[in-house]
């Protein structure tokens, strides 16, 4: 149980139930925002340690959230994956270079994406040195 | 010509000209007009009765033996004095039969009189006795009669012959002989009394005589009927121009269509009805050269009328030639279709409407069909995994069967998004180095599921040590996917489905994959519709199936998408084979622009190894890609090519660089990817390793084999460098 707290920003309640249940099943502490707006404020105030972020979202893009967030001091460094339903050939790259670390199309495989997960929080400690820890 | 026969049956060959004999320009009253004769003109100029008094004449006063026959050679006549020919002939080739009296060998009938009536001159024929023949072909214009056929001739006549007799005789004038002998070769007049030319002339001057007349009269006629029809023409502009492009002839049609008179436009340039921009870029010009090149040139582009407004026209434009000889101008054929225009444009713009609300429709349904798929694939997935409590063992077969929906659903929501990129022409391929055998094993570990639903086996005879694809390793994976997954649903249960693959015969440069399954065959009309969209053949037998059925149209975009082609082979009841073929990947064709020759010579071509290596630890796998980047801003795309990986290892932090260098070269690009990693990896934690070999090739071999050679080194050295390092950990 590593106890790392997930933000999930998503309008969609019935993702949010089931999402939220499988990641609590993996030990991480898990807050949800539903739209552009309250995002940035619930990830201000809880300072999660990953961010699951979807892009299309009520009162501004996801990509907007995703700005706003490497603008803030505390979330900087805060790994953000994209998981929307949206073609990744149009968004994929453009979420990687807003800075994301990895990019899922609904729905995603449990395994890989908890493998990215994994992977993302672990980076977190030496994320600018490139290596293995 | 000559058409020597003298050696008996088959001892035929055409000799040049040696004697002055009838030579050239036999029948050719006007050669640049070709007119055609009602049947019955054609009879009578060849009615023998016409002809045999003339041929008497012809005879006697040539001092030979004549016949007329048709263009096949066959007799049409017999003159008295002709007999002599007949009776040789027999003598020379016993099996001669009547009706082809020229037939003097079997292998070649009536080659002389062909040969006349091909080539416009005289052709002679040496039979076994020694004695010469000549056929001498009588044409009008560009239409065939026959031939003269003289017997007995002399090579050259041992005394002059009186030209105006011999004119006379036949019923022309002497200039008029002259003129007709002139016409056909330069000669003397001395040398046309002794010479066989003669024979030629005085037929041909006899032809005129007497059909020149009709002839004329009838060209006009027809001339005359061609001018109406051009002038009366208003819908197309026709027009004639010289070789430079100037305008020769003008007809209504282009006046009206063009808005000049023919009193104005006569003599100017063509150009002056392109637009401003087509004259500056010579297109005016370029017309006119393609036209002389190929005979004939057609194109569709704006023209100018007079008064510059502009009109979208359809342009045929054919060469005039004169005979074989030199360029007489073009004629154009132009014809006014703005309208047809502009209704394709209204079309096409509709089209490309509706293919882009097709795509922003299914794009919409798409993205909203995954978002209440993903919660129904969470709550499946975390009542399945036993987040919830326990599942029953019936609970979890339907939910694992939910589950099972859930993903083809999925599948056909990404089929409808790749559908619509088919369609807009957004479908992308992204061709890299790639194993086969991976590829093979990959799809086998998706499809491994649904095949043991149905307890069937899937075999793989993809043999390693095959040559890696060009391809893209996720478009190839949904390819095989699609048709793995076709097979397994079309094959009852216990049924094998078995991926096999093979270099083409006939192509070295394609692999060719094929997935067999023992199902239920296809029909031969359904072969031709399979690839279609939407198409799924119906089976009363078959009824449990699922999907949108593009799959295989899919594939089949994706496949073209990298150069190969996929087709299917199908016995009803026997199952089908699918094949598809893919680009194999060569180090040649990728560094085409460094094995050049010069190159090659000069022993430039340097193999640069680049291991990336962390001071630390090992190198993360997430970051080779932006290495990649890195290193690729380091060459010269120009001159060096940075391989793509050459190995399946995890851990392919080994880059390859195959430069046009020199030991120079070498050092400014290792001191470039020394300089570029660091500002890359500011904290200094990578380091490159950089190793080189310059390939010297032996000289003397020709350019393929070096550069097989080269190649061959090259893929060696890779593999030892990758072994080596290998070995190292």
Redesign the interface.
């Known amino acids: 149980m590593s106890g790392h707290k997930i933000l999930i920003i998503d309008d969609?309640q019935?993702?949010l139930?089931?999402?939220t249940?499988?990641l609590k099943?993996n030990g991480y502490s898990v807050v949800c925002a539903t739209d552009a707006v309250s995002a940035v404020a619930v990830a201000r105030r809880e300072v999660p340690d990953l961010v699951i972020l979807d892009l299309?979202l009520p009162a501004g893009d996801g990509f907007l959230v995703l700005e706003r967030l490497r603008g803030l001091t505390d979330l900087v460094a805060t790994p953000v994956i994209v998981l929307s339903?949206?073609?990744p050939?149009d968004n994929k790259k453009r979420a990687l270079d807003a800075g994301a670390v990895a990019f899922f199309?609904?729905?995603?495989d449990?395994h890989e994406f908890l493998t990215a997960i994994r992977q993302a929080l672990g980076e977190t400690i030496a994320l600018?040195?490139?290596?293995?820890? | 010509m000559i058409l020597e026969a003298s050696g008996g049956v088959d001892a035929s060959e055409y000799l040049p000209l040696s004697v002055p004999m009838p030579s050239c320009g036999g029948g050719v009253i006007d050669d640049s007009d070709s007119i055609e004769l009602p049947p019955k003109s054609l009879a009578d100029l060849l009615d023998f009765d016409a002809w045999g008094e003339i041929l008497t004449t012809y005879g006697r006063t040539m001092r030979v033996a004549v016949a007329l026959t048709d263009v096949h050679g066959h007799l049409l006549g017999k003159c008295h004095n002709a007999q002599p020919v007949w009776k040789l002939l027999h003598d020379a080739a016993p099996g001669w039969a009547i009706g082809c009296p020229f037939c003097i060998t079997t292998h070649l009938p009536c080659t002389a009189v062909a040969k006349a009536l091909e080539t416009g001159g005289g052709v002679m024929v040496r039979d076994q006795a020694g004695l010469i023949h000549v056929a001498v072909p009588l044409s009008l214009g560009k239409l065939h009669l026959g031939a003269i056929i003289a017997g007995q001739v002399f090579d050259r006549y041992p005394e002059p012959l009186p030209l105006r007799r011999v004119a006379n005789e036949v019923g022309v004038s002497e200039q008029q002989l002259w003129d007709v002998a002139r016409k056909q070769r330069p000669v003397s007049r001395a040398t046309l009394q002794t010479s066989g030319d003669l024979l030629c002339a005085l037929g041909q001057a006899f032809l005129q005589q007497r059909y020149g007349a009709i002839l004329e009269s009838r060209l006009a006629e027809t001339n005359g009927r061609f001018r109406l029809l051009v002038e009366g023409v208003r819908d197309y502009a026709l027009f004639t121009m010289d070789p430079t492009g100037c305008v020769t002839s003008w007809n209504v049609g282009a006046e009206r269509m063009l808005g000049y008179a023919e009193a104005e436009i006569v003599g100017r340039n063509f150009s002056c009805i392109f637009t401003p921009e087509d004259v500056q870029n010579r297109i005016p010009e370029k017309q006119l050269d393609k036209a002389l090149h190929a005979g004939r040139a057609e194109d569709e582009g704006w023209r100018l009328r007079e008064n510059r407004r502009q009109f979208w026209a359809h342009v045929n434009i054919t060469t005039l030639l004169e005979g074989s000889g030199p360029v007489r101008g073009f004629a154009i054929i132009m014809q006014d279709v703005t309208e047809r225009r502009k209704i394709a444009i209204v079309l096409e713009e509709a089209r490309q409407e509706r293919a882009r609300l097709q795509e922003s429709f299914l794009?919409h349904v798409?993205?909203?069909l995954?978002?209440?798929?993903?919660?129904i694939?969470?709550?499946t997935?975390?009542v399945l995994?036993g987040?919830?409590g326990d599942v029953t063992p019936e609970q979890r077969e339907h939910l694992a069967s939910a589950l099972d929906n859930?993903k083809q659903l999925?599948d056909m929501v990404s089929d409808l998004?790749d559908i619509t990129?088919v369609e807009t022409h957004?479908i992308?391929v992204e061709p890299r180095h790639a194993s086969p055998v991976k590829l093979v094993a990959d799809a086998f570990s998706t499809c491994r599921t649904n095949a043991t639903v149905k307890n069937i086996s899937l075999r793989s005879g993809v043999a390693p040590g095959l040559p890696f694809v060009w391809a893209d390793p996720a478009r190839v994976r949904q390819i095989l996917i699609n048709l793995i997954d076709n097979g397994i649903k079309f094959t009852p249960d216990n049924g094998t489905i078995t991926v096999e693959s093979r270099l083409l015969a006939e192509d070295g440069a394609f692999l060719c994959l094929s997935v067999s399954d023992t199902g239920c065959g296809i029909s031969p009309e359904n072969r031709e519709i399979v690839f279609d969209r939407l198409a799924q053949v119906r089976s009363g037998a078959e009824t449990s199936r699922s999907g949108l059925g593009l799959g295989l149209f899919i594939s089949k975009e994706l496949v073209s998408r990298h150069g190969g082609r996929i087709w299917v082979e199908s016995q009803l009841g026997h199952g089908s084979t699918f094949y598809f073929t893919l680009p194999v990947f060569s180090l040649a064709k990728l560094c085409a622009h460094v094995f050049t020759a010069p190159n090659l010579q000069a022993g430039s071509v340097t193999l640069i190894a680049v291991d990336v290596v962390?001071v630390?630890?090992?190198?993360?796998e997430?970051?080779l890609p932006e290495l990649r980047r890195v290193l690729e801003g380091c060459i010269n795309p120009d001159q060096d090519v940075l391989l793509p990986s050459m190995s399946d290892a995890e851990s392919a932090e080994t880059f390859f660089i195959v430069g046009c260098t020199g030991f120079s070269g070498f050092e400014v690009i290792a001191s470039r990817i020394g300089l570029e990693l660091r500002t890359f990896?500011n904290?200094s934690?990578?380091k490159p390793v950089i190793s080189s070999t310059t390939l010297l090739v032996e000289p003397g071999k020709s350019g393929e084999e070096q550069i097989a050679e080269v190649t061959a080194r090259i893929e060696r050295l890779v593999q030892a460098h990758l072994l080596g390092k290998e070995s190292l950990k």
């Open positions: 969609d019935p993702l139930v089931g999402l249940a499988r099943a299309g339903a949206r073609d050939a199309q609904k729905p995603p449990n600018s040195t490139f290596l293995k820890t | 794009s798409s993205h909203e995954r978002t209440p798929l993903t919660a694939y969470f709550f997935t975390n995994d987040l919830l859930v999925k998004l990129r957004k992308t962390a630390e630890g090992t190198v993360q997430d970051i990896d904290d934690k990578l």
